[in-house]
């Protein structure tokens, strides 16, 4: 199977601040790469498919970027509501597999 | 409007069995694969089961192989899981999830599965 890791397992950050968030596969991927956002007992949400693609309504301030190995989820000015844990999410292969999460914080 | 609405969860016994059912509605349900995903408590996301449009391919986590089972009918708009000989790291929230291979746009709440004796 695909195995992913994504850096750091978690950070505070102020809002306004630029975030990244890292996540690398164990072999090569394409652009098969998707990014959700998860809040506290609620479903994950798409923030990016492909890639670099962002899904419909989610606010321009989420970019993702990469291919191959390694991958990269930016928010350039965090907002209050983007308080939550980032998961990436291979789809190259049919076995499906996530990132362990990345949890952002108040700072 | 996309609707995904899983039901079926509940406290079962290690070597039990459980099914759960997911909903679907406002979109050609048949036209799409579907997926399972599991998330146990204060945990990252585990990709459980995939099933393909016309039930043609069907993949398994290395942890639920053998013991879960995955299967859909189209007619009734329905997504299932048969959870078999089930175990305590079983024990987790189940997503239903629409076409996680183009990224999962579309999610079911959720419903709590508990293994405990």
């Known amino acids: 199977d695909i195995q992913m890791t994504q850096s750091p397992s978690s950070l505070s950050a102020s809002v306004g601040d630029r975030v990244t968030i890292t996540c690398r596969a164990s072999?090569?991927?394409?652009?098969?790469l998707n990014w959700y956002q998860q809040k506290p007992g609620k479903a994950p949400k798409l923030l990016i498919y492909?890639?670099?693609s962002l899904q419909s309504g989610v606010p321009s301030r989420f970019s993702g970027s990469g291919s191959g190995t390694d991958f990269t989820l930016t928010i350039s000015s965090l907002q209050p509501e983007d308080f939550a844990t980032y998961y990436c999410q291979q789809s190259y292969s049919t076995r499906f597999t996530f990132g362990p999460g990345t949890k952002v914080d108040i700072k | 409007e996309v609707q995904l609405v899983e039901s079926g969860g509940g406290l079962v016994k290690p070597g039990g069995s459980l099914r759960l059912s997911c909903a679907a509605s406002?979109?050609?349900?048949?036209?799409?694969?579907m997926n399972w995903v599991r998330q146990a408590p204060g945990k990252g996301l585990e990709w459980v089961s995939s099933?393909?449009?016309?039930?043609?391919?069907?993949y398994y986590a290395d942890s639920v192989k053998g013991r879960f089972t995955i299967s859909r009918d189209n007619a009734k708009n329905s997504l299932y899981l048969q959870m078999n000989s089930l175990r305590a790291e079983d024990t987790a929230v189940y997503y239903c999830a629409r076409d996680i291979s183009a990224g999962a746009g579309y999610w079911g709440q959720g419903t709590l599965v508990t293994v405990s004796s």
């Open positions: 072999q090569s991927i394409s652009s098969y």
């Open positions: 492909a890639a670099s």
């Open positions: 406002g979109f050609t349900f048949s036209s799409y694969s």
């Open positions: 099933i393909s449009s016309s039930s043609s391919y069907i």
